[in-house]
C-alpha cells in the first residue's frame, strides 16, 4: 500500500452558517436578550446597573457550583449533596468563629471541609463502583444530617469582622461589581480553558462519552471521577465562604434544595444528563439566563415558587426542542 | 437429487431495498426459503445480511419490496408480527436477561397466561422439555449470568424453538461452540427440517455450509448476486461471488527475519478467567492466537495489558520484569492493546477521527498539558493516510464512518503510542474484505519493521495466513503450539474445541 | 428468583427484627401491638409510594416528582372537596387517582413519546408541579378547619380494629406484587431495565412500559396525597418536601439496583420498614428527631455498598474449575 493518500481528506469540514446558528450556546445567547427585552419591558428597574450587580448576589455561588457540577455531569456522574456539603462548611466555620479563630483560618477550613466531603463521596464511589446518584443521596443526608444533629434548631451568627469582606463586597467602588460575580468569571474562564484546551478536559469527554473505551485507552478513570468531586466539595466550600459571609449566619437548613437548583442550571446550559457533551460558555449563559429571569420576576413581586414553575417549564421545553426539531427533520 | 415437483416457498423476499442515511444497505434484493430446506445466506460483512435478518425479524421496516410467508403477504412494524408469521432468529451476539431466568428468557414476550396470570407451572415445564431437547445440562430456574457461553447459546436456541417457528434464522450460530455442540446443533437443525420447517443459515465457514446447507444466496454490497444447489458449486465459486474477485489477495505473508525477544509471560493465572499462560515473542514476530469464542484470549490479553487482575505469574518486557496495574502501566511499556469489541472498548463515536486517534498518546501532543492542534492533526494525517483512511475530513464523526475505517482509525491511535508490542484481537472482524486486506498488509508492513506483534482470531484463514506460529487456548488455558509448517485445520480446530486436552473432553 | 429472596432480603428482614427488638429493649412500649400498629400507620404511605418508584427504576427511570406530586393532588382534591361538600368518599379517592395519573402521564409522555430522560423531566415537573400548589391556592394555606368530615374520616376509621391506611398499604401492595410477579407486563418491566436492546427484539414496546410506569407513579402519588392532606389536616405548598429522596432510599436499602432491572416487592417493602421503624424509634429511645437524617443516610450508604458488593460480577466464568465452583453454589 504506498504511502500517499488514496481518498482526498479535508482538514476541516467546510463551515456553515445553520450548523453555527443551531448551537446551543448560540440559541442560549438569543434567549438571554429575550429575557432582557422582556424583563426590561415589564419593570424599569431592572436595567439599573445597581440592581443588576445585586442580583449576581443570588446566583453567584450558586454558579460556582454549576461550574464544577458540569464537568462532573459531562463525566456521567452527579452530585447531589453539594448543598448539604455547603451546611457541613458554613458549620465548620461557625464553630471555629465562635472558637475565635479569624478569617483567614475560616476559609483554610471552609475549602479543607469541602475537599473532604468530596473526598469521601469520591472514594465511595470510585472504591466500590457505585452510581453516584444514589452515593450522593446518601451522603447528602449524611452531611446535612450532621449539621442537624450538631446545630439542632440553633444558628450560628458570630462571624469576625472582615469574614463577609468576599461574600458581601464590591471589587471597585466605581462600578459595583461585587467579588462573587468576578470570582465566577475568573474560575469559568478557568474551567473553560481546562475543559476545551487541556489533556485533562479532553480525558474527561473521553470518560463521559465511554468510560470502558477511555479506560481501554489508558485514561485514568477513577483518578479522574475521584479529582472531580474533591474539585466540586472545593468549591462547595468556597461558597460555603461567600455565602455565609454574605448572609453572617449558618442555619442546618442553609443553601436548601440548592444542588436541583445548580443540576438545572447546568442542564439548561447544554451539558447531556448521558455525559461526553457541554461547553463551560453554555453554562455561563445559562446561569445568567436563569438568574436574570428570577430577579425580573421578583422585581414585579412575583413569588420565588412560581419563578420555580417556569424555570421547570424552560429546562423542559430546552431539553425538548432540539429533540423534536430532529424528529420533525428525519420525518 | 433430483426433485420432480418443489414444494412452493415458504418465505418469498422480492425488490425488498433499505437505506440508512448515506448508506445503501440493501438493493433491489431477492430470498427464496422452501419448506423443509437449510439455505445459506452468504456474503462480506457490509454485505447486507444483518439488516435482511433485521427486516425479517421485523426489527426494521423496509423502504420497498415485498415479503410473503407461506404465499400470504406480510409486513411486520414489530417483532411479535414476525412471530406472528412464523419467522424466529438466533441473533449473532446473545441478547438475553442476565439476571432473569432461563426460563423467562426463552419466553420474554410471549409467556403463557391463565386468566390473565403468568402461567409459571407450564412455562416452567415447556422450558425444561426445550432444555430436553437440546441436551442441556442446566435446569430451566437457573439465572442467566451463570451460564457460560455455549450454554447461553443453547438457551437462544429454545428461545427461538419456544416459537414453533415455521422460520429460523441462525446468525453465526457456531461461533461459540465446541466440535461436539456443532454436532449437536446440525442433529438439531435436521429434525427441523424433518418437521418441515425452513431454516436461513448464516455464517462464514465454508465446511459448516456444506454440510448442513442444501442452497445457497449470496448478497454483495447490498446487491443479490446470484443463488443455487449447494451440491453444484466450489467454495472458490462462492468466494468468488462473495468478494468480486479470486482469494490469494487477502493474506500477503512477508517473510521477516526476527530479532530478540521482546515479551516473555511465564505462567499467568486468573482466578476464573485463565491459567498456566505462558509463551514468548520476538520483533518481528506475528504470533497467532487462536480458539472458540470465550475461550478467555481477549481476557489474556487485556492481563497483559493491565486491565484484568494477575494472581500468578510473570511479565518480562525487554528482559525487564514489569508489574502491571493499569493500561497506563502497559502502554509505558510499549506494549498496546487494540481489543476486540471496536464499539464498546476501541472508539468514540461523537469525537472526530483527530480526538480518536490522539487520545491514548495526548501527553505527546500537549505542552504542560495544553493540547497543540496542530500536533494533532499532523499525527492523525499522517496515520490516516498511511492506514489509507476514508473520511470526509479529519473532524469527521467517527460514527459515521464503516466499520472498517473505524477499525483502521483505533489502530492507529495505537500505533501514535509507538508501541513494541501490538495486541490485535479480532481486527478485522465485522469489516469489508477491502479493509480487510489493508489491515493484513499492514501487519506485515509493522511486523517487517520490528513490532511483536500478538494476534487473536476466530477466523482459521486469517490465523494460518498470518501468523508465524498459532497457539490454541481452550477453556482458559494453552492447548497446543503450532509452528507454521505443522498446522493443520483439523489439527487447530480439534485442538480448540478441547478434544486434546488435558482435562475431561466435555466443557 | 428464590435464591434471590434467601439472602438479601432475609438479612434485610433480620436486620429490621434486630433492630426493633433493640429498641425494644430499651423501650418496651416500643413492641406493644398498639405501637407497632402505629409504625405500619406512619409507614403505609412509604410502602405505596416506594413500590410504585422500585416499578419507575427497574426501567431505568427516576421519578423526582413524586412528592410534589402528592402535595398538588391534596391540594387540588381539598379545594375541590371544600367547594363540593357533598362528594362522597369514593369521589374523593377517585378525583385523587385520575389527578395524580394525569400528573404521571405529562411525566410519562415527554420521556415515553418525546425521549427526554428522566431525571430531566422529573426535575421540570417537581419545579412546575410545587409552583402550582401556590398558584392554585393562591398561597393558602387549608387546615382541618377547610375540610369536611367525609374528607377527614377515612384515615381515622378502623376495620378489625386495625387502621385503614394499613387496609389500602395492604391492598395496593398486594395488587402492586401482582404485577410485578405474575403480569407480563409486570416481567417485561424487569426485561426494560435489564437489557432494553434484548426487551425490544422480544417485542416489548418499551414506550408504552415507560408511560405506564410514570402514570402507574402518579396515580399512587396521587392517592396518597389525598390520604397524607387528610390524615394531617393540612395542605400548603411544602408538605412532603423532599420525600423524593426518602422514597428513593427506601428503594436502594431494599436492594432495587438504581441501573435498573433488579429488585423485589419484599426488598422494597422491607426498605420501607426499615426507615419506618428508624422515624419511630428515634423518639421512643429518647434520640432527638435531628439525628433522623443522619442515620437515614448512613444507612442509605451501607445497603449501597452491601447491594453493590453482592452483586458483583462474579467475572468471566472461563475455566471450568470456576464454573462449576458457581453452579455448585447455586444449588
Known amino acids: 500500500m504506498s504511502p500517499t493518500q488514496r481518498y482526498h481528506v479535508l482538514d476541516r469540514p467546510p463551515a456553515s452558517l445553520s450548523g453555527f446558528l443551531l448551537r446551543w450556546e448560540v440559541i442560549l445567547v438569543g434567549l438571554l436578550l429575550v429575557v432582557i427585552a422582556v424583563n426590561t419591558a415589564i419593570s424599569p428597574y431592572f436595567l439599573d446597573i445597581y440592581n443588576l450587580s445585586d442580583a449576581t448576589f443570588n446566583f453567584s455561588e450558586k454558579a460556582l457550583l454549576a461550574l464544577a457540577m458540569a464537568l462532573l455531569i459531562i463525566a456521567r456522574e452527579i452530585d447531589l449533596s453539594v448543598a448539604a456539603i455547603i451546611a457541613v462548611c458554613s458549620l465548620t466555620m461557625g464553630l471555629l468563629a465562635k472558637a475565635g479563630y479569624g478569617p483567614g483560618a475560616l476559609m483554610l477550613a471552609g475549602l479543607a471541609v469541602g475537599a473532604a466531603c468530596g473526598a469521601v463521596n469520591g472514594a465511595l464511589v470510585t472504591l466500590f463502583s457505585l452510581p453516584s446518584i444514589v452515593v450522593t443521596i446518601g451522603t447528602m443526608s449524611l452531611f446535612r444530617g450532621l449539621a442537624q444533629v450538631v446545630l439542632g434548631d440553633q444558628a450560628l451568627t458570630k462571624y469576625p469582622a472582615g469574614f463577609s469582606a468576599l461574600g458581601q463586597g464590591y471589587i471597585l467602588n466605581s462600578v459595583p461589581v461585587p467579588n462573587s460575580f468576578v470570582i465566577f468569571l475568573v474560575l469559568a474562564a478557568l474551567y473553560g480553558f481546562v475543559l476545551h484546551r487541556t489533556t485533562l478536559g479532553r480525558r474527561i469527554f473521553a470518560i463521559g462519552h465511554n468510560p470502558t473505551a477511555a479506560r481501554f485507552s489508558g485514561v485514568p478513570v477513577n483518578r479522574i471521577r475521584f479529582g472531580l468531586f474533591v474539585l466540586i466539595g472545593l468549591m462547595a466550600g468556597l461558597a460555603a465562604i461567600l455565602l455565609t459571609g454574605r448572609i453572617g449566619s449558618t442555619r442546618p437548613n442553609i443553601a436548601q434544595g440548592w444542588e436541583l437548583e445548580v443540576v438545572t442550571m447546568v442542564i439548561l446550559g447544554g451539558v447531556s444528563i448521558a455525559g461526553g457533551a457541554g461547553t463551560i460558555a453554555g453554562v455561563v449563559l445559562s446561569v445568567l439566563v436563569l438568574g436574570l429571569t428570577t430577579f425580573g420576576l421578583s422585581l414585579i413581586n412575583v413569588p420565588g415558587i412560581v419563578i420555580s414553575i417556569l424555570t421547570g417549564i424552560l429546562l423542559i421545553v430546552a431539553i425538548s426542542a432540539p429533540i423534536i426539531i430532529k424528529t420533525i427533520k428525519r420525518g | ?507 | 428468583m428464590t435464591r434471590v429472596f434467601a439472602t438479601r432480603e432475609l438479612l434485610l428482614g433480620l436486620i429490621v427484627a434486630a433492630l426493633m427488638v433493640t429498641v425494644g429493649l430499651r423501650a418496651p412500649v416500643f413492641l406493644t401491638p398498639a405501637s407497632l400498629l402505629n409504625i405500619l400507620t406512619d409507614t403505609s404511605f412509604l410502602f405505596m409510594l416506594t413500590l410504585a418508584q422500585m416499578a419507575v427504576i427497574l426501567t431505568r427511570g427516576i421519578d423526582l416528582s413524586v412528592a410534589a406530586n402528592l402535595a398538588l393532588t391534596g391540594m387540588i382534591v381539598a379545594l375541590t372537596s371544600r367547594a363540593l361538600p357533598g362528594l362522597p368518599l369514593l369521589g374523593i379517592m377517585t378525583l385523587a387517582v385520575g389527578v395524580g395519573s394525569v400528573l404521571g402521564m405529562i411525566n410519562g409522555t415527554l420521556i415515553a413519546f418525546v425521549g427526554i430522560p428522566p431525571i430531566v423531566v422529573t426535575l421540570g415537573t417537581l419545579a412546575v408541579f410545587r409552583g402550582l400548589i401556590f398558584l392554585i391556592a393562591g398561597g393558602a394555606w387549608l387546615t382541618s378547619k377547610d375540610m369536611n368530615e367525609t374528607f377527614l374520616a377515612f384515615p381515622r376509621a378502623t376495620w378489625l380494629n386495625i387502621p385503614s391506611l394499613i387496609w389500602v398499604a395492604l391492598i395496593v401492595s398486594t395488587a402492586l406484587w401482582m404485577m410485578f410477579r405474575h403480569s407480563r407486563i409486570g416481567r417485561g418491566l424487569y426485561a426494560v431495565g435489564g437489557n432494553p436492546v434484548a426487551a425490544r427484539y422480544c417485542g416489548i414496546n418499551i414506550a408504552r412500559q415507560q408511560f405506564f410506569v410514570y402514570t402507574l407513579a402518579g396515580a399512587i402519588s396521587g392517592l396518597t396525597g389525598y390520604l397524607w392532606v387528610s390524615r394531617y389536616g393540612i395542605a400548603y405548598t411544602d408538605i412532603a418536601q423532599g420525600y423524593e429522596l426518602t422514597i428513593i432510599a427506601a428503594c436502594v436499602i431494599g436492594g432495587v439496583s438504581i441501573a435498573g432491572g433488579i429488585g423485589s416487592v419484599s426488598g422494597a417493602l422491607l426498605g420501607a420498614l426499615f426507615l419506618g421503624v428508624i422515624v419511630n424509634a428515634l423518639p421512643v429511645i429518647d434520640v432527638s428527631p435531628f439525628w433522623q437524617m443522619l442515620i437515614s443516610g448512613a444507612v442509605i450508604l451501607a445497603a449501597v455498598i452491601v447491594n453493590a458488593r453482592s452483586e458483583k460480577p462474579l467475572g468471566k466464568l472461563i475455566l471450568r474449575e470456576a464454573r462449576l465452583k458457581a453452579a455448585g453454589s447455586e444449588k
Not at chain 2, 415485498?66 to 400470504?72: A, C, K, M, N, S
Not at chain 2, 448442513?212 to 448476486?225: F, Q
Not at chain 2, 491511535?413 to 479480532?426: M, V, Y
Request: glycine share 8%.
Open chain 2, 1 to 507: 437429487m433430483t426433485i420432480a415437483v418443489e414444494p412452493p416457498p415458504i418465505l418469498e423476499l422480492a425488490h425488498m431495498s433499505k437505506r440508512f442515511p448515506g448508506v445503501r444497505a440493501l438493493h433491489d434484493v431477492r430470498l427464496n426459503l422452501r419448506p423443509g430446506e437449510v439455505m445459506a445466506l452468504l456474503g462480506e460483512n457490509g454485505a447486507g445480511k444483518s439488516t435482511l435478518v433485521k427486516i425479517l425479524t421485523g426489527i426494521y421496516t423496509p423502504d420497498s419490496g415485498t415479503l410473503h410467508v407461506e404465499g400470504q403477504p406480510r409486513s411486520f412494524s414489530s417483532p411479535t408480527d414476525a412471530w406472528a408469521a412464523g419467522i424466529t432468529a438466533i441473533h449473532q451476539e446473545t441478547v438475553m436477561f442476565d439476571e432473569l431466568s432461563v426460563t423467562e428468557n426463552i419466553f420474554m414476550g410471549h409467556m403463557p397466561t391463565r386468566l390473565g396470570r403468568i402461567d409459571w407451572s407450564k412455562m416452567y415445564e415447556e422450558a425444561a422439555a426445550l432444555l430436553a431437547r437440546l441436551d442441556a445440562d442446566f435446569s430451566p430456574h437457573t439465572l442467566l449470568k451463570r451460564l457460560g457461553v455455549a450454554q447461553k447459546h443453547l438457551v437462544e436456541i429454545a428461545r427461538a424453538l419456544s416459537h414453533d417457528a415455521r422460520i429460523i434464522i441462525m446468525d453465526e450460530p457456531t461461533a461459540a461452540l465446541s466440535s461436539r455442540e456443532i454436532e449437536d446443533l446440525f442433529r438439531i437443525i435436521e429434525q427441523l427440517k424433518a418437521q418441515g420447517r425452513a431454516i436461513l443459515f448464516i455464517s462464514h465457514k465454508f465446511d459448516e455450509i456444506f454440510r448442513i446447507a442444501d442452497r445457497w444466496t449470496c448478497l454483495r454490497d447490498g446487491e443479490y448476486v446470484g443463488e443455487g444447489q449447494i451440491s453444484a458449486v466450489t467454495t472458490a465459486d462462492l468466494v468468488k461471488l462473495m468478494v468480486g474477485r479470486s482469494i490469494e489477495h487477502v493474506f500477503p505473508k512477508r517473510e521477516v527475519a526476527m530479532g530478540d525477544v521482546v515479551l516473555e509471560v511465564e505462567d499467568l493465572a486468573n482466578p476464573t478467567e485463565f491459567d498456566g499462560a505462558s509463551f514468548s515473542l520476538r520483533a518481528g514476530e506475528i504470533l497467532g492466537l487462536y480458539g472458540l469464542v470465550g475461550a478467555g484470549r481477549s481476557e489474556l490479553m487485556q492481563a497483559l495489558f493491565g486491565l484484568t487482575p494477575i494472581t500468578r505469574g510473570s511479565i518480562k518486557v525487554h528482559g525487564k520484569p514489569i508489574a502491571l496495574s493499569s493500561p497506563s502501566d502497559a502502554i509505558a511499556a510499549g506494549i498496546a492493546y487494540v481489543p476486540e469489541d471496536r464499539q464498546v472498548q476501541g472508539t468514540f463515536q461523537p469525537f472526530g477521527l483527530r480526538e480518536n486517534t490522539t487520545l491514548a498518546s495526548l501527553a505527546q501532543h500537549a505542552t504542560h498539558g495544553i493540547i497543540s492542534y496542530a500536533a494533532e492533526l499532523a499525527t492523525t494525517k499522517k496515520l490516516g493516510q498511511r492506514l489509507s483512511v476514508k473520511a470526509a475530513s479529519w473532524e469527521q464523526r467517527l460514527g459515521e464512518l464503516s466499520g472498517g475505517n473505524q477499525q483502521k482509525v483505533v489502530i492507529a491511535k495505537w500505533l501514535a503510542t509507538s508501541p513494541h508490542i501490538l495486541i490485535l484481537d479480532e481486527p478485522t472482524k465485522g469489516i469489508d474484505i477491502g479493509s480487510k486486506a489493508a489491515v493484513h498488509e499492514f501487519m506485515g508492513e509493522l511486523a517487517a519493521q520490528g513490532l511483536a506483534i500478538i494476534l487473536v482470531s476466530s477466523e482459521l484463514p486469517e490465523v494460518m495466513g498470518m501468523a508465524d506460529s498459532i497457539q490454541v487456548m481452550h477453556a482458559g488455558r494453552f492447548v497446543r503450539r503450532f509452528s507454521r509448517a505443522e498446522a493443520t485445520p483439523e489439527a487447530i480446530v480439534s485442538a480448540a474445541s478441547g478434544e486434546h486436552s488435558a482435562h475431561e473432553a466435555h466443557p
